[in-house]
Structures are given as C-alpha cells and as structure tokens.
C-alpha cells in the first residue's frame, strides 16, 4: 500500500479520497479492504476500530493526533458527561468517532480557487487537498484569501481532489467578509483545532 501523508488542516474525509486515489481504490470498501490487510500485517486488531483511526494507524500517526489536525470532532462533539475526559481520537471515544469522525461540518465539499492555484504552484507537492476549515458552518469565505468559497458541483467529490476539474459554483457570490465576520470566521478556524474533550474550556485552545 502506497503511503499518503496527510496535508495541513486536510480533512479526514478528503484524505480517505486521495489515499483511494493513489492505491487505485475503485471504492471505499476495496480502500478499508487493503488498509484492513496492510494494518494486519502490522500487527493491529482493526476489527471495531473506526476508519479515523484506522487512517491515522495507516499514516503513521497517533489516533489522537490525527484527530485533533484533521477531524472536525471538535466543532461536532460539542457537548459532554461532567468529568468523563474523553479526547478527541482516544480509545473510550470511538463510538463518537464511530459516528462523526468522518463527517465535515456542512454538508457538501468546498475549496478556494486561490488556494487551489497555491497548492498547485507549489514545488514541494503541486497538488491541491481539502481542507477543513472551509467546511465549517456559517463560513463562507476563505479565512487566508477573503474570497468566497467555491461549492464542488458532484455526489462523490472527495474521490478527486480539487483540483481535478468539477463544475463549481460559488458558494454565495457575497462581497469580502465584514470584518467582524471575519473574526468570527477565525474563531472557527481555531476552534476545530480543539485537542481534547467538550469538558476542556476555550481558553486552553492551542495552535
Ligand atoms: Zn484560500
């Protein structure tokens, strides 16, 4: 099986796609198949694990880790039990992750063109990826560019990446963000970064 590093802020759901993409997955059950048979021979038991996990043991990385750069568990799970500390990602957590470790925020797939033409005029990888905070509810423009964001016009957009040509429109054809929305739209940005469980306050956010 074919490594794929995950991008920065790419999302779970986007980096399932471009891993299918690069082994040549025609599906998703023949891309768990192949990460089933590839984690098996390393020795882990993948039977109940949640595919966030399972792409976070094929990518090398700790579950919860993976969790916190590239689920949107923490703008999902936005409620807890008093004093259970269930991370983001952790062990006593998969049926959270189960359930919305996959999911973006809104429904649907969006990029920024701008980002896109960087990604691709970037010498280091030259290919774009989705990212997870333009798929926050409410935001509506890119938080680095202040454009509006372009919606992906398919039933199955994370099977390309988005760069790949898609009919897209954008998402609401709105002027550049008032500056207040703009912080909002930051708010967002940094709250899915969230490491750890609803319990821990806001102010203990990290970058
Ligand atoms: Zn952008």
């Given at each position: 099986?074919?490594?794929?590093?995950?991008?920065?802020?790419?999302?779970?759901?986007g980096?399932?796609?471009?891993?299918?993409?690069?082994?040549?997955?025609?599906?998703p059950?023949?891309?768990y198949?192949?990460?089933?048979?590839?984690?098996?021979?390393?020795?882990?038991?993948?039977?109940?694990?949640?595919?966030?996990?399972?792409?976070a043991?094929?990518?090398?990385?700790?579950?919860?880790?993976?969790?916190?750069?590239?689920?949107?568990?923490?703008?999902?799970?936005?409620?807890?039990?008093?004093?259970?500390?269930?991370?983001?990602?952790?062990?006593?957590?998969?049926?959270?992750?189960?359930?919305?470790?996959?999911?973006?925020?809104?429904?649907?797939?969006?990029?920024?063109?701008?980002?896109?033409?960087?990604?691709l005029?970037?010498?280091?990888?030259?290919?774009?990826?989705?990212?997870?905070?333009?798929?926050?509810?409410?935001?509506?423009?890119?938080?680095?560019?202040?454009?509006?964001?372009?919606?992906?016009?398919?039933?199955?957009?994370?099977?390309?990446?988005?760069?790949i040509?898609?009919?897209?429109?954008?998402?609401?054809?709105?002027?550049?963000?008032?500056?207040?929305?703009?912080?909002?739209?930051?708010?967002?940005?940094?709250?899915?970064k969230?490491?750890s469980?609803?319990?821990?306050?806001?102010?203990?956010?990290?970058?």
């Amino acid at each position: 099986m074919i490594e794929v590093e995950p991008m920065l802020d790419e999302l779970s759901i986007g980096h399932e796609g471009r891993l299918a993409w690069v082994n040549n997955c025609q599906s998703p059950e023949e891309l768990y198949s192949l990460i089933s048979r590839t984690l098996g021979q390393q020795g882990h038991e993948i039977a109940t694990l949640p595919k966030l996990h399972q792409l976070a043991l094929v990518s090398k990385y700790d579950p919860k880790e993976y969790a916190r750069r590239h689920s949107m568990l923490a703008v999902r799970r936005v409620a807890a039990k008093c004093g259970l500390d269930m991370p983001h990602g952790a062990a006593n957590s998969y049926a959270f992750s189960k359930r919305l470790g996959m999911l973006p925020q809104r429904s649907g797939a969006y990029c920024c063109i701008k980002c896109v033409e960087e990604d691709l005029n970037n010498t280091n990888h030259a290919f774009s990826w989705y990212r997870r905070k333009h798929h926050l509810v409410g935001v509506d423009w890119c938080s680095i560019h202040s454009c509006a964001l372009s919606r992906i016009d398919s039933l199955v957009p994370f099977t390309k990446l988005p760069h790949i040509p898609f009919s897209l429109a954008d998402v609401a054809g709105k002027p550049a963000p008032l500056k207040s929305v703009r912080i909002q739209s930051q708010l967002a940005c940094r709250l899915v970064k969230h490491k750890s469980s609803p319990n821990q306050p806001l102010d203990s956010l990290d970058g």
